[in-house]
């Protein structure tokens, strides 16, 4: 009994944890609607300008530039495509906050089929395998769930081993058990994404999450460091949690529970 106790003092703690970090996100809506503003407008415009005319330059006046001002042009073009990627991964960040959230029961088997046809190009370059077991029809916010999708996919085929063929196995099953912990009066779907790619070491298994945090160098691997960042929030804003476990080249885990209704 004292067990079962603790157990469901430790699930009321998260419950309160969630609760306390979705008022969190709701009092940042109306600041992220004016960022989101700024993004898609104010910032991308000059940036569209940046890169149309550097494209300009390397198509018709590439021939006047010297081998220097030719590696600066390769340069800035390269910085801009970057900033567009940052700014569109940070609309990203500030959509799933806001508070046009419709919910719909949704088949996540037909919404993980689009995701691969939309990854359909780097799933045939890399010839990747995904193997998926079933997986529920839930109450979700379909974009931000094929968001959520899409962005541990990505990376779990951007994070492969040279040399190895990626291979990411989905499964689910219904649980009472939370994080490890029993939680005998709860259920909950409990969807794991295994990949067999180069992983990570668990004392950066929160770090993973955070805004901009990246665990490799941007010459290593691209990106903004954005994407789990987002999955997060996708997954706070279906009240559940989301972990991840890895082990240095031998993959990694994520681990999401949302709650059964």
Known sequence: MVGTAQDITELKQYEAEIEKKNKELENMNSELSSFAYVASHDL??????????????????VSKLSPEGKECLNRMENAANRMQQLINDLLSYSRTAMSDKHFEATDLNHLLQQVKADLNEKITATSAVIETGQLPELNVVPFQFKQLFTNIIHNAIKFSKPGTTPHIKIESNLTNRLIGRAVPKNKYHHIRITDNGIGFENTYNEQIFGLFSRLHGRSEYEGTGIGLSICKRIVENHNGIITAEGQPEKGATFHIYLPAE
Not at 44 to 61: G, T
């Open 44 to 61: 991308q415009e000059p940036l569209r300008k940046i890169q149309v005319l550097s494209k300009r330059i390397l198509e018709k006046e």
